[in-house]
């Protein structure tokens, strides 16, 4: 190895070294086997590439004249034999080779990353939708609990407005309090069978539209259009016209008398078919107002009833 002025005004040095160790080594052992020196050889193999044995033995028999043909072939440091076109291609398409391997592997690897992010994030979409769930269901129960409660409180109510309408009806009648049991026990009973009557047919009713995709449900609009009714005639119980129904007529046919059960449910209620209407032929206010909360109830509770 020996070094190499770059010019003659002082610039750096480059290392220069031989070509032996940049050589195939089996082919320059053939060559100085052959009766060429090593130095030859060598320079034979660095220019021609060591490609091949032919190659170095034509290019020492064209270059045999030349001048430096018997001085070391001295290189920069590192140098490698330059390489011919179909070498460059070959590297070229080893090198393209390599990318290409390079990002198919990069690419499995992503797909691996995206499918394991898809999982999670599929079973974090799942847990969502259980809590979501578990809320709606929660929700649920509580509205179901308050409707209930409200349910009682508004018979509690209902109840103390009968109690307190029967105390008045027994103190114009010159009954005192404390006979009021008696009175009462012996009023109630027609009630109790007629109340059974009545929520009877309203559970028909609700029973034949159950399944009823509509919205609102036939069963309930029926019921919905009883409640009308009987708050017109319990609103209003002098007034005649509230008190009799025209059966023929195409909004009631429609909502009530149409439907399974409709007439039926008047009926119970204590409207009574004549030529061809439905009339309360007398105003039992009591009856009318406990028949009303059932027909409510009915209406909030649906298939519950």
Known sequence: MGKNPEDATGGEEVMMERVTDKVNKEL????????????????ALWTTGSKSL????TWLAEHSEDKEIDE???????AKPKLSKEEQKQLLEERLAKIRKDKE????????????????????????????????????????????????????????????DRMERLAARGIRPEQKDEVVKTAAD??????????????DLIATYRNDPTSPNPGTKALETACKYVENVVNNPNED????????????????????????MMKAIGFEEVDGRLSLAAVDMEWLKQALVEVQLAVKRGPFY
Do not use: C
């Not at 320059?28 to 320079?43: H, N």
């Not at 992503?110 to 259980?130: D, G, P, T, V, Y």
């Not at 016209?241 to 149409?258: D, H, M, P, T, W």
């Open 241 to 264: 016209k509230y008190r009799s129904i025209n059966i023929e007529n195409a909004a009631f046919q429609r909502l009530v008398g149409s439907k399974e059960g409709g007439l039926s």
């Open 190 to 203: 027609p009630y109790k069978e007629r109340k059974l009557e009545l929520s009877t047919k309203l559970r």
């Open 28 to 43: 320059l052992e053939q060559l100085v086997e052959m009766g060429f020196s090593d130095i030859r050889a060598e320079r």
């Open 54 to 57: 032919e190659e170095a033995v």
């Open 72 to 78: 070391p072939l001295l290189v920069p440091a590192g």
């Open 105 to 164: 592997r990069q690419q499995k690897e992503l797909e691996k990353q995206q499918e394991m992010a898809r999982i999670a994030s599929s079973k974090e979409m799942n847990e969502a939708r259980r809590l979501q769930k578990e809320q709606e269901e929660k929700i649920a129960l509580e509205k179901a609990r308050r409707e209930k409660e409200r349910e009682a409180r508004d018979r509690a109510r209902v109840k103390a407005e009968l109690e307190k």
